[in-house]
């Protein structure tokens, strides 16, 4: 969305470019890790909880920032960020932490 603004002429501020280019580059490590995991890497399970929990968490709290963020990005922020609560859950599941029980 952020793209499209910008080519269409709209402000888009280096901000909303940074939050963009952020969750972009950290969904890209998360698939990377969760991919290692899933071929049996506890370190990068260990990881892919850790950002699950995490991530959704930091996106809500900096974009609660008056002021810094139109609505509208806000709620997309949002909506990404409660997208990962159901991964939270199933990657901290038990029966998922007894498949790498070095990595707890």
Do not use: C, H
């Not at 402000?11 to 991919?35: C, D, K, P, Q």
Request: glycine share 8%; charged share 10%; no cysteine.
């Amino acid at each position: 969305m952020v793209v499209i603004l910008s080519v269409t002429g709209r402000e888009v501020t280096s901000f909303m470019w940074g939050r963009t280019g952020g969750i972009f580059a950290s969904g890209v490590v998360t698939y990377w890790l969760a991919v290692l995991a899933s071929r049996g890497a506890g370190w990068a399970y260990v990881r892919v909880r850790i950002i699950s929990v995490i991530v959704p968490i930091a996106i809500i709290a900096i974009d609660s920032i008056p002021g810094a963020l139109p609505p509208w990005f806000i709620a997309m922020q949002v909506a990404g960020a409660l997208t990962l609560v159901p991964a939270a859950f199933i990657v901290n599941r038990s029966e998922l932490s007894a498949a790498f029980p070095k990595a707890r």
